[in-house]
């Protein structure tokens, strides 16, 4: 092995922290986080398995930056500031290369959100990634997916489906504007500023990782409503409305995956506060289910979206 253990993490993953809740990071048996007063930690765990998550092509800079994303996106859909991540790696073998570019990539994002690695692990098996994430969020400030109210609004940030698209593209599908979806399925830009704003406006919030359709429906099953939504209103980029005219398979922004735009519902009387960029796509109603209105039907639509044991 070209590197021993502990000269792989010193080489590419240990940094000066940048929080201030970063008591003792990489270096010793356990980290530290001081949670200042008032406040609670949201945490979070993602894996990325190879062959079921990514590529075996991927660009490994892509790939740390992606990883990452995902979880900071699960504590943008809670409201958490991120404050602090631990990181295993499981690899085949030591390439140093491709350390050194997927360490460029976590800490391009890491860097943006000045959030500290604190430590990990490293062994050796099948290329297999995790991250665990951990926020700041005030007390009885978190957002859930149970709280959502009949009569909320929903929302989402951004365009449903370009991330979709892009793994089509990945995967064969010739379109024209290809490039950007790509850029969305490799780089996914978490949410975090927006689910800031929005702990002081949402009732229920969720990040969009296994479809629109799938992660909605986790809103709708912890908080026991329902929903209506408008298909028309769905935002899609001229990219995804040129697949869907040119394949017919209207059904792919409502399935598809790896979005992490968030998903969230308001009061009627609080939307004049919100904030950020967003569109309403539909409403909250007292009978379960979920109800699709689209060429002037309203139809139940049960199409779930990715599992990994399905």
Request: with cysteine; proline share 4%.
């Amino acid at each position: 092995m070209a590197l021993a253990e502990f000269n792989l993490i010193k080489q590419f993953f240990t940094r000066p922290a940048k929080q201030g809740s970063t008591q003792l990071a990489v270096g010793d048996d356990c980290a530290l986080l001081a949670v200042p007063e008032g406040f609670e930690l949201a945490i979070t765990v993602d894996t990325m398995v190879e062959g079921v998550h990514f590529f075996t092509d991927v660009d490994p800079k892509h790939l740390g930056y992606k990883l990452l994303a995902v979880n900071l996106s699960d504590l943008a859909s809670m409201g958490a500031e991120p404050v602090a991540i631990t990181l295993a790696l499981t690899m085949p073998k030591v390439d140093a290369l491709w350390l050194e570019s997927f360490a460029q990539g976590l800490f391009a994002l890491a860097d943006k959100y000045a959030v500290d690695l604190i430590g990990g692990d490293t062994t050796s098996g099948p290329l297999t990634l995790t991250i665990q994430a951990m926020g700041l969020v005030p007390r009885q400030q978190a957002l859930r997916r149970s709280a959502a109210k009949v009569g909320d609004l929903i929302y989402v940030t951004g365009c449903i489906g370009d991330a979709g698209l892009g793994l089509k593209v990945k995967q064969g599908y010739v379109g024209d504007k290809g490039l950007p979806v790509l850029d969305r399925f490799n780089t996914p830009e978490p949410r975090v500023v927006e689910g800031l704003a929005l702990r002081s406006v949402a009732n229920a919030c969720v990040d969009i990782s296994d479809g629109l359709v799938a992660d909605l429906g986790h809103i709708l099953e912890k908080s026991s409503v329902g929903a209506r939504l408008d298909y028309q209103k769905i935002p899609v980029s001229d990219a995804v409305m040129a697949y869907i005219n040119d394949t017919r398979d209207w059904r792919m922004p409502l399935i598809a995956g790896d979005d992490y735009e968030l998903c969230f519902t308001v009061a009627p009387e609080n939307v004049a506060e919100l904030s950020i960029d967003c569109t309403c796509i539909g409403i909250i109603e007292q009978e379960q289910g979920l109800r699709l209105e689209r060429a002037g039907q309203v139809s139940d639509f049960v199409v779930g979206g990715f599992e990994h044991f399905s």
